[in-house]
């Protein structure tokens, strides 16, 4: 499941993540890609008003709460969400190239350090005024993850690497290609449930496979010569 890639600008107030954040998405969005931005905002801090409609729709037991409007439309979710979580959920909102996050130092997502501040795990870079790098860093990330959706998810280490983003990094650097996935040479089956890949190794994927050609080869008017399958199903129960 290849979500739109995730990158988080985090440092201590007063840092100039937010121009930072501002400037790459000004440029980015002049370059044709889709953002979406996170601010993340530490405290207890509500955008919904005591005694609003809104406010009041929640307190009856609402989960999700919609503010509709003739400008914008606010989705209230009245919970702490993780950063990851909300990678996947924006995906359902658009086709977006990239997520770039204000904050979230604590995140499992790549991310830029900005200013004097600890650098925390998969922090990508420190920040020392150079734009350009630093965008053509992000660009790299985009490029990767673009060869990571052409691996199967398996990240089963046959190839060498720990994941599929490692060997998708060794393609990236001109190391390796897409041959090396020995599960990609070898799939012939192509699983999406919900429009979401289903990562699937040789012997459920060979199952599936024989069990259809096996069902076809039965049916009247199906040639014998099958170059491809494809079958949708819908559960509306
Ligand atoms: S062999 Fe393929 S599926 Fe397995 S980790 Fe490597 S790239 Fe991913």
């Not at 499992?108 to 005024?129: M, S, W």
């Not at 691996?151 to 060794?170: F, V």
Request: with cysteine; glycine share 10%; charged share 30%.
């Amino acid at each position: 499941m290849i979500k739109p890639p995730v990158v988080a600008i985090y440092g201590a107030s007063d840092s100039g993540k937010t121009e930072l954040v501002v400037n790459l998405v000004k440029d980015f969005v002049e370059e044709g890609l889709k953002i979406c931005t996170v601010k993340h905002s530490p405290g207890e801090f509500s955008l919904d008003v005591e005694g609003k409609d809104t406010w009041r729709h929640r307190e009856a037991g609402s989960r999700l709460t919609v503010l509709a409007t003739e400008v914008e439309t606010a989705f209230l979710v009245p919970e702490k969400m993780k950063l990851e979580e909300i990678g996947e959920i924006v995906d359902g909102f658009g086709d977006y190239d990239l997520v770039i996050a204000e904050g979230y130092k604590g995140a499992e997502v790549p991310k830029i350090a900005v200013g004097e501040i600890e650098p925390r795990c998969c922090t990508l870079r420190v920040y020392d005024g150079d734009f350009d790098a630093l965008k053509e860093e992000i660009r790299e990330l985009l490029e990767v993850k673009e060869i990571e959706a052409k691996l199967p998810g398996l990240d089963c280490g046959r190839c060498g690497y720990d994941s599929c983003n490692g060997l998708s990094l060794a393609i990236y650097n001109g190391e390796k290609d897409l041959s090396h996935c020995e599960v990609r040479e070898q799939r012939t089956v192509n699983l999406e449930v919900n429009g979401e890949r289903v990562p699937l190794e040789n012997f459920p994927a060979s199952f599936v496979e024989g069990g259809l050609k096996g069902m076809l080869g039965a049916l009247k008017g199906v040639d014998e010569e099958i170059d491809r399958i494809s079958l949708e199903i819908w559960d509306d129960s």
